[in-house]
């Protein structure tokens, strides 16, 4: 029987940038983790945790090809990523962003190259792509992502002295200078053909990304607060998420968590959490 594997990421203090520092992004990846221990029955043995200097690029990507690798072989076939760190944007250059940015994710090693940031310590929404549509169809993945999506400034500064902080970073002065990189698009639900323009599909077999769902701090015009709950720090939507898995004990539908969250958040915070994925599995609860 295939197994379940989970791996968690938090990042408060990142090497090169003192002032991108946060404060509840290491709380999220370890009350995450607490959550699929507790509520769904992951043994410590099936759950990673990177924080802070160990959540480099490198470790980040390593962990989720292995991931990847033991699905394809058939060890696995449910995966969980979460990321609580700040976001940023990268030069698109393939033409499937509308505003020529793609998204991308700040790990604790990002560092700038010539002005821009150095695609060998930024993780972009290509490369998460890329690798995610390699799974097979019958593997379920389940991704959430408390950080920022685009820069529309700091919000939330009523609330005084533990004002929610954006978990955005503008990019380089010149990150958009040039048109180099090999960037495609990150599009979770979408069908993967193999790079061939003329496949063939099977309209009675699964396809692959169908299993595939993404859960987002905000909507991709919003920031993702990073803010102040009871004594401790925790990213907005990290927070309200387990808040409404706990306070149900995971009876509701996806669709009816998100949507639990929405009204919980709407009126302290100018974020909007997002559930992207098929319809079948967003009206099922989180089981496994």
């Not at 699964?206 to 607060?225: E, R």
Request: charged share 20%; aromatic share 10%.
């Amino acid at each position: 029987m295939a197994g379940k594997k989970a791996l968690f990421v938090g990042i408060n203090k990142f090497a090169n940038y003192a002032q991108f520092t946060l404060n509840g992004c290491v709380n999220d990846a370890k009350d995450m983790s607490a959550l699929y221990k507790d509520l769904f029955g992951f043994k410590a043995t099936e759950i990673s945790v990177l924080t802070d200097a160990q959540a480099t690029k490198a470790n980040i990507i390593a962990g989720l090809t292995q991931m990847v690798a033991d699905a394809k072989a058939g060890k696995l076939n449910y995966l969980v990523f979460s990321l609580s760190s700040h976001g940023t944007q990268m030069n698109d250059t393939s033409g499937d962003e509308p505003d020529g940015m793609d998204e991308a994710f700040v790990p604790h090693d990002i560092a700038e190259k010539g002005g821009a940031w150095d695609p060998a310590h930024i993780i972009c929404d290509d490369e998460l792509h890329d690798l995610f549509v390699q799974l097979p169809a019958n593997v379920l993945l389940e991704v959430y992502l408390d950080t920022c999506h685009s820069g529309s400034g700091l919000r939330g500064a009523e609330f005084g002295l533990h004002a929610p902080r954006a978990r955005y970073v503008a990019p380089p002065d010149h990150e958009f200078d040039k048109k180099s990189a090999k960037m495609r698009g990150f599009t979770l639900a979408s069908p993967a053909t193999g790079g061939k323009k003329n496949a063939v599909k099977d309209s009675k077999a699964p396809v692959a990304g169908a299993n595939q769902l993404l859960w987002t701090g905000c909507k991709a015009n919003q920031t993702s607060a990073d803010a102040y709950f009871n004594g401790r720090y925790n990213g907005a939507f990290t927070y309200y998420f387990i808040k409404v898995m706990r306070d149900s004990q995971n009876k509701l539908a996806r669709k009816d968590v998100i949507a639990k969250m929405r009204t919980l958040m709407k009126s302290s915070f100018a974020q909007t959490p997002q559930l992207e994925g098929n319809a079948t599995n967003r009206t099922q609860a989180i089981v496994y």
